[in-house]
């Protein structure tokens, strides 16, 4: 057997796999986005753009997305930031890498479970309750943007904090004391070192957890109370319920290629500070 | 600066938390604790839809995961020795797979075996000697496997590869100038030095597809995995037995996960990966 084959019939069953349930796919939904629906729903044959000219009937969902998923996105920054910071740099060695693990492992498990914890947190029994019983009155907490938010940081912060985290701890301390040495006071350092120095993990993990939000659906599902939706909602409801299948594939389209656009312009813009490569694994 | 990593923590751990504890409440409401009862997790356990849902799921998260560990890592194996183009549309392919998000992943599948289906159904239907005994292909179990699969075959390239990459080449050409054949060199020395990886892309692979509800929910056709009864329940009502469910999901991603993890840690350790 020569090494040419070998590697060929290695590669076969991961090669076919991706075709028959990556490529083929993606291929019929593009196919789709140009048919019409059948009367009975599902798909019929047609080469039309009615699909795409009707996404504004949707924009109440595509307005959402692209609001909360940059708001989110910030905000998981916001939060994910210093306890990186404190993870890389403050952290006592020995209990590093436990720490880490602490904050990847929710990660992995069930969003749907996590996100369920929050609408009994947020819910009449919740938080709302707690707050009633101290005499703070009753705020409605479920089923806002406030609630979808929270959700969003909750199952989204541990993809924030890998990426920053490997970048700061890669970063050269003695830069840190060249700096003191040179009197700056540590603020100083910190804004003129140690943060452009952590830029590609900070644009490692916006762009993560963006692109993760961009497809969302449980957690508008689950906290939004169908009030705050995004195009993962719109799209289980046009494939699940209306069965247009059709415009929902124009949407799925049109999901896609804003993400795209959105991700392409965003690693142009950030890679003047991602001049290395910067392979940042999930695990 | 400490007492703002425990907060966040505590944000990351409470909810949580709060499902667990209340999962042993012995009273029925949502608000108040009223003693230690185990009710919840008998209730959950003797309810035939969970354990039917627990037994699809555990059987997808199996299977696709062996099977998504084998192409991957073989496919890893190979990479080594490729370059050029083929390379990059590998690497491309894995990347979509990992990206696209899954609800798009979802969608696409649905409407692409649905479509087939509804091709080969009739054509089978034609061809088998006996008519009425001709096998219908339909959504479940099977589309089940072949999406999670997907996804968790890339997880696996992406974590094998990493340590092949990290692993040391002369113990290879060593092996082989002392005579052993391709194979044992493989068995004895390759396969030793990648196995934590291996281990590992399969437990995360496990994990990602037992805990899966956005493909399974379009693919699932008529079967039901335990994401999608928990998701199902929950629009009609939080009741206590939903927590026990939820108690239970985490605590086994959790020992999954805690033991995937330490397998990686310690291989990084000896200096691979």
Redesign the interface.
């Given at each position: 057997m020569t090494?040419r084959l070998?590697?060929?019939l290695?590669?076969a069953?991961?090669?076919l796999?991706?075709l028959?349930?990556?490529?083929?796919?993606?291929v019929?939904?593009l196919v789709?986005s140009f048919g019409e629906r059948a009367a009975a729903g599902?798909?019929s044959a047609a080469f039309t753009l009615e699909n795409f000219a009707n996404l504004g009937t949707r924009w109440a969902a595509f307005k959402n997305t692209l609001m909360l998923a940059p708001v989110g996105t910030f905000l998981c920054l916001l939060?994910a930031y210093?306890?990186a910071?404190?993870?890389a740099v403050?952290?006592d060695r020995k209990w590093r890498?436990l720490?880490l693990?602490?904050?990847?492992?929710?990660f992995?498990?069930?969003?749907?479970?996590?996100s369920?914890?929050?609408?009994?947190?947020l819910?009449g029994?919740?938080i709302p309750?707690l707050f009633d019983s101290l005499g703070l009155g009753n705020p409605r907490l479920i089923n806002t943007p406030f609630a979808v938010l929270t959700g969003i940081v909750?199952g989204y912060?541990?993809l924030m904090v890998f990426p920053i985290f490997v970048s700061l701890e890669r970063l050269d301390k003695r830069l840190l004391e060249a700096s003191a040495d040179l009197g700056s006071p540590p603020w100083r350092s910190f804004l003129q070192v140690t943060l452009p120095l952590s830029m590609p993990g900070v644009a490692t993990g916006c762009m993560l957890v963006f692109?993760?939000l961009?497809?969302?659906?449980?957690i508008p599902a689950?906290l939004g109370g169908g009030k705050v939706f995004f195009v993962?909602n719109a799209?289980?409801d046009l494939?699940?319920q209306s069965r247009n299948?059709p415009f929902?594939?124009a949407v799925?389209v049109a999901?896609?290629v804003i993400?795209l656009v959105t991700v392409t312009g965003y690693m142009r813009a950030t890679r003047k500070w991602s001049g290395g490569r910067d392979d940042v694994?999930l695990? | 600066m400490r007492l703002y990593a425990l907060a966040v923590y505590l944000f990351l751990y409470v909810p949580i938390g709060v499902i667990a504890v209340f999962s042993f409440n012995a009273g029925r409401h949502a608000a108040q604790l009223q003693g230690f009862s185990t009710q919840w997790y008998g209730k959950a356990l003797s309810n035939p839809f969970v354990m039917e849902a627990l037994q699809t799921s555990a059987i997808v998260a199996g299977a696709s995961a062996a099977l998504a560990t084998i192409a991957g890592t073989l496919a890893a194996l190979a990479l080594q020795g490729v370059g050029g183009k083929p390379r990059a549309i590998f690497d491309a392919l894995l990347y979509i797979a990992v990206m696209v998000p899954g609800i798009v992943i979802g969608i696409a599948t649905l409407i692409a075996l649905v479509t087939l289906f509804d091709w080969v159904n009739p054509v089978l239907a034609a061809l088998w000697p006996l008519a009425d005994q001709a096998p219908q292909l339909h959504l479940g179990k099977g589309s089940l496997i072949a999406a999670h699969g997907l996804f968790a075959m890339a997880l696996v390239v992406i974590i094998v590869r990493a340590r092949v990459a990290g692993m040391d080449r002369s113990l290879v050409e060593a092996s082989a100038d002392l005579g052993a054949t391709p194979w044992g060199t493989f068995r004895q020395v390759t396969l030793p030095q990648i196995f934590p990886a291996i281990l590992a892309g399969f437990l995360l692979s496990f994990t990602f597809s037992f805990d899966d509800f956005i493909i399974a929910f379009f693919v699932a056709g008529s079967e039901t995995t335990l994401p999608i009864y928990v998701f199902s329940s929950i629009r009609r009502g939080v009741t206590p037995e939903i927590n026990a469910i939820g108690t239970m999901v985490l605590a086994v991603s959790l020992v999954t996960l805690v033991v995937a993890q330490s397998i990686l840690q310690r291989g990084r350790g000896r200096g691979a990966a």
């Open positions: 090494p070998r590697t060929g290695l590669l069953p991961a090669a796999w991706l028959a349930m990556l490529v083929l796919p993606l019929v939904v789709f599902g798909y939060i210093p306890l910071y404190y993870l403050k952290a890498t720490l693990i602490l904050v990847i492992v929710p992995w498990t069930s969003i749907l479970i996590r369920y914890a929050w609408i009994y947190l819910g029994q919740g309750r909750y912060l541990p692109i993760l961009m497809g969302e659906f449980l689950m993962g799209l289980v494939f699940l299948w929902g594939a799925a999901l896609v993400m694994s695990m | -």
